[in-house]
């Protein structure tokens, strides 16, 4: 008994130290309660108001950032305000809203969720229904860690530098080039464009590549036969790494 009393101390005690270590940064709490766009989105998704009563650490900092994306300034405009109660009067696309902030608050990655705000921001501007690919790019995004957007961001630097920004694949020598041939650094780069493949940002193509010898002396030819194979960027993971390279210069 005495054993569980302290495990309990402990554990309060860690949760005013994580409250009284994130409250230096922001009152996410208040963001949360008194921000205009969460009355609204509270009225499709009841997860936002599972959040408001809850305030779990996680979800308070993830949706911050995804306000950070999704607003222009620090207060959000009325015909921004306007813009989004016109937008979720078609149940699609209310649908399509829950699901985004369903979303977001599940996330693995406050970054992702930043740029899905930016994503939904943009949307919303266009007043259309959201494109295919920026669908793909947010259903891959809640499942990147902030380690995947800072290894695609990587990756993309490098291609787009070495063979100009029309450049659609991604060599192994590319990898390893990026990271210095750190065994550690492309090892988790191909954990990241493994992930990718799985979400349709990147595909992975396979090309047979045949070379032939030929023996004089005894009049034979011998063959070898090889399978290379490569990442292609799709059109969803062109838009992703446009968005990624938007946010780390103008966020981050």
Not at 28 to 38: A, S
Not at 78 to 90: A, D, G, H
Not at 99 to 110: E, F, H, P, Q, Y
Not at 146 to 174: M, P, Q, T
């Amino acid at each position: 008994m005495e054993q569980d009393n302290t495990l309990v101390e402990k554990l309060k005690l860690l949760d005013e130290g994580l409250r009284k270590e994130l409250n230096q940064y922001k009152d996410i709490k208040e963001i949360i309660e008194g921000n205009d766009y969460v009355q609204i989105l509270t009225e499709i998704t009841p997860i936002v108001k599972f959040a408001k009563g809850v305030y779990d650490f996680s979800q308070e900092i993830k949706f911050s950032w995804f306000l950070k994306g999704f607003r222009e300034e620090e207060k959000p405009l009325e015909s921004q305000i306007q813009k989004l109660r016109k937008y979720i009067s078609n149940r699609h696309r209310a649908e399509f809203i829950a699901n985004t902030i369903n979303g977001v608050l599940s996330a693995n990655s406050s970054e992702s969720c930043l740029i899905i705000g930016t994503i939904l921001n943009s949307t919303l501007k266009q007043d259309s229904d959201i494109s295919h690919e920026k669908l793909v790019c947010i259903n891959a995004l809640t499942s990147l860690f902030n380690h995947d957007i800072n290894n695609l961001e990587k990756i993309s630097d490098y291609v787009f530098k070495s063979r100009g920004s029309d450049a659609k694949s991604i060599i192994h020598e590319d990898v390893w080039s990026c990271c210095d041939n750190d065994e550690a650094g492309a090892s988790s780069l191909y954990l990241t464009l493994d992930k990718c493949v799985s979400f349709q940002i990147v595909s992975r193509e396979y090309e047979t590549r045949t070379d032939s010898s030929i023996d004089v002396e005894f009049e034979s030819v011998d063959v070898d036969t090889a399978l290379d194979d490569y990442y292609v960027i799709t059109s969803a993971g062109s838009l992703l790494f446009d968005y990624i390279k938007r946010i780390k210069s103008y966020y981050l």
